[in-house]
């Protein structure tokens, strides 16, 4: 039962997740952590979050190799993405929580922690998702809308005072459904704003915001397409330059 599971940091599992987290063997980071790791913080607040890591490193392993991985297990599989991303000098911890128990007080304090354990600096985030944490008990007088929208206005203030880059993932409502199967082409492109499922007043606070799409041609070949929405303090982007496509 995946619920059973939450409020354990995937770190301390003593399965396939003591290795995506980047921390097997902690012995080799100690002088990193003396001269100040840099690192990414993962938190996940779905249930599917193994099956989806496992997914994720098996198309990190492709993607890197250029190759499948044939018979490695999955532990050999994420070992080997985990040696390859730490090429790049830093490292990732994943965290697993429960939306409805973790909001953004506990982000700033794991951020903290985090920090101080491992003698480092946390230089991103990704939030799987925002929409699923837990509200702060200082706005429970405001209606929802609002509520979530103070919630994302703290998350930025403290990204941006701490200097981390944090990314999340929005819902899109049923209109954005019903375009996604509509089968035009370059439908990433009709996405905006007043299809965020959960509070459009969520833009405001955010400098950036995209729309994504995996999209097949009409010779089907599929394509993960791009269409940036907005950029805080940008205003001279090209339009050919707010769309693009990788194969």
């Not at 995937?10 to 990193?32: F, H, I, N, S, T």
């Not at 269409?227 to 330059?241: F, L």
Request: net charge negative; glycine share 4%; proline share 2%.
């Amino acid at each position: 039962n995946d619920r059973a599971d939450h409020g354990t940091d995937l770190e301390r599992r003593a399965d396939l997740l003591d290795l995506p987290v980047c921390l097997r063997g902690d012995l080799d980071l100690v002088a990193v952590h003396q001269n100040g790791l840099h690192f990414v913080l993962f938190i996940s607040l779905e249930n599917e979050v193994q099956a989806n890591l496992v997914d994720w490193y098996q198309k990190l392993y492709r993607n890197a190799f250029k190759k499948d991985p044939g018979d490695l297990s999955n532990e050999e599989i994420a070992e080997y993405v985990i040696q390859e991303f730490n090429k790049n000098g830093f490292r990732m911890i994943a965290k697993r929580r429960m939306g409805d128990s973790f909001g953004f007080h506990d982000y700033e304090k794991m951020v903290d922690e985090e920090e101080k354990k491992y003698n480092g600096k946390v230089v991103a985030t990704i939030l799987d998702y925002v929409t699923l944490c837990s509200r702060c008990p200082e706005d429970k007088d405001q209606n929802s809308a609002v509520q979530l929208q103070k919630l994302v206005e703290r998350f930025h203030n403290h990204t941006a005072h701490h200097e981390i880059f944090m990314m999340t993932g929005l819902q899109l409502d049923t209109n954005a459904s019903q375009i996604s199967v509509s089968g035009k082409l370059n439908i990433v492109k009709q996405y905006g704003e007043f299809h965020l499922s959960d509070c459009k007043g969520i833009r405001k606070e955010l400098d950036a915001m995209f729309f994504m799409e995996l999209e097949e041609n009409h010779r089907k070949i599929k394509y993960l397409t791009m269409a940036w929405s907005k950029h805080r303090y940008v205003n001279d982007t090209p339009s050919e330059d707010k769309y693009f496509a990788y194969r």
